[in-house]
């Protein structure tokens, strides 16, 4: 669903001003449980404010958070592995306290944790760096972690390199082997996913798409990505993150309805416009700030485009992305 806006802060210029959500329950179904819910949290290192006062929440499903680099995901995602704290604000993971030893230990119990950067001990064979793991998890008979590993090695296309050094796989296959690690235990609950497509080539991309569509089924999934178009199409919700804010949250659809009006296709390329794409017949599909001349064509906008609409600057130019 999408929530209502209003801003409360002066807004800061050629940016999004901060947005709060209303939280009125819509007309239809009632919404499923937040599994993460958090309300003022507020992140800084020195006098960068990576999150500021954020109100937000993930429910079942794929949630998918979208934001140019330095907009705070990786910050928020860290939070949400209990790998760092906010200095202010409330914060519930899985109905516990991440502020707490015992909350942290039992939220790590039913999480699954994709970091962005790679995190692999080069000369581990494949199989025993999941086994280690799999111990950290709380699974400790062997032929429960053995089972686990062979699962989740065959769940990434990995199975056939069960027994080689990490340092001898791709870094896309590395990549692979910490989406593995995530899905080791039966009894997780969030998966929290830091750019997890990052070196994958279109076609692991698309397993490890389908990969996730799956446990969006079963559990919440927190995906962060800067390109909207790997995953857009199996979003259960989408959040736009701008200078640790909340800019957009809402389905796909609705994130594409934000360019409505904007998206035109055009004989030739406009100046000014917010992004530009030639298509194969020699036109110009455009996201333009104000209608083209007579003669161009009104398009459907995609989510893409509606995220590269809440990115654009007062002058018309795109955030760096």
């Known amino acids: 669903m ?3 806006v209003r801003n409360t802060r002066k807004p800061t210029p050629g940016r999004i001003v901060t947005p709060t959500i209303d939280h009125s329950p ?3 179904p009632i919404p499923a449980p937040a ?10 290192y020195g006098d960068t404010t990576a999150l500021d006062r954020l109100n937000w929440s993930a429910a079942h499903g794929v949630n998918v958070i979208a934001g140019p680099n330095g907009a705070g995901k990786s910050t928020l995602l860290r939070i949400l592995a209990t790998l ?11 109905a516990q306290d991440p502020a707490t030893a015992a909350g942290r230990t039992a939220i790590r119990q039913r999480l699954g944790y994709v ?3 790679l995190a692999v001990t080069p000369t581990m064979r494949a199989d025993r760096y999941l086994d280690h793991f799999a111990r950290l998890k709380g699974i400790h008979d062997q032929a429960s972690r053995a089972a686990a590993v062979e699962r989740s090695l065959d769940a990434v296309g990995l199975l056939a390199v069960w027994n080689k050094r990490i340092f001898k796989l791709s870094g896309g296959m590395q990549r692979r082997l910490m989406f593995a690690q995530a899905l080791l235990a ?4 969030l998966y929290v996913l830091d750019e997890p497509f990052v070196g994958l080539d279109p076609q692991i991309k698309s397993l490890v798409v389908q990969r996730i569509a799956d446990l969006g089924r079963e559990a919440t999934v927190i995906v962060s990505t800067h390109q909207l178009d790997d ?8 959040t736009v993150l701008v200078d640790g804010v909340v800019a957009f949250q809402g389905t796909t659809q609705e994130l594409a309805r934000v360019a409505r009006d904007h998206v035109w296709t055009t004989p030739s390329r406009r100046d000014g416009a917010i992004a530009t794409w030639r298509l194969p017949d020699g036109r110009h599909r455009q996201l333009l700030r104000t209608p083209p001349e007579p003669g161009a064509q009104r398009g459907t906008p995609t989510p893409e485009e509606g995220y590269l609409w809440l990115l654009r600057d007062e002058s018309g130019t795109p955030q760096a992305l």
């Open 231 to 238: 995953i857009a199409q199996i979003a259960t919700n989408v």
């Open 26 to 28: 819509p007309n239809g």
């Open 2 to 4: 999408a929530y209502n």
């Open 115 to 117: 970091p962005q950067d």
């Open 186 to 189: 039966d009894n997780t609950a």
């Open 84 to 94: 760092d704290l906010p200095d202010e604000g409330t914060l519930n993971i899985l």
């Open 35 to 44: 599994m993460v819910e958090m309300q003022n949290l507020t992140r800084c």
